[in-house]
């Protein structure tokens, strides 16, 4: 396998991965991009807009295009949506293209992290807890499938999850790799 060029985020919403990601390409020198805030920049409207003019499914695909392009791109730190890996061909472009990191967060620190933020859509029904619940179940399967490395979501102390991700030979090649790329003449 060619060492990737970039790393990229996978995980539940809340699970730190905006958090995470800019704190370890601030420390690595790459570009963060979170994908959910790129789609909103580029098509001027919020998400929770998308969602209710074109529906999950218009949202979806607007997704997967954004992040084929995205994940083509070096040195950057790309930050997905919790749901990014529903699609299978982004699935493959993400584990292809990139070091995927599954940040996994419980269903309890997905609910009390997400509790109180009206701008996810898909919380937005009866039951939010129910709905993590089932969404993870949905998920879990599909992010380990994507994910070359796992880590524990650090609720309390992200700056100690970067510690660690930057301790770990996959994502130091990464950054290595990329430097090296660079510096040549």
């Known amino acids: 396998m060619h060492t990737p060029s ?3 985020l996978i995980g539940m919403m809340g699970a730190g991965k905006t958090t995470v990601g800019r704190m370890l390409a601030s420390d ?5 991009i979170d994908a959910d805030r790129e789609l909103e920049e580029r098509s001027g409207v919020t998400i ?5 003019i074109e529906g999950e499914a218009g949202f979806r695909r607007r ?7 995205l994940s083509q791109r070096s040195r950057i730190v790309l930050a997905t949506g919790g749901g990014a890996v529903l699609d299978a061909e982004t699935r493959e472009r993400l584990h292809e293209r990139g070091l995927v990191i599954y940040l996994r967060a419980s269903a309890d620190e997905v ?4 509790r109180r933020d009206k701008s996810r859509p898909l919380l937005q029904g009866d039951d939010p807890r129910v709905t993590i619940e089932a969404l993870l179940a949905q998920r879990e399967p599909l992010y380990a499938e994507t994910a070359h490395l796992t880590f ?3 609720s309390a102390n992200p700056r100690r999850l970067v510690e660690r991700l930057l301790a770990h030979p996959q994502v130091r090649e990464v950054f ?3 430097t090296r790329s660079v510096q040549r003449p």
Do not use: C, K, N, W
Request: charged content about 25%.
């Open 111 to 114: 609910f009390r992290r997400t």
């Open 152 to 154: 524990q979501s650090a």
């Open 63 to 69: 997704e997967a295009a954004i992040l084929d392009e």
């Open 176 to 178: 290595e790799h990329t």
């Open 28 to 32: 690595i020198g790459f570009e963060f």
């Open 6 to 8: 970039s790393i990229v």
């Open 48 to 52: 929770p807009t998308i969602f209710e």
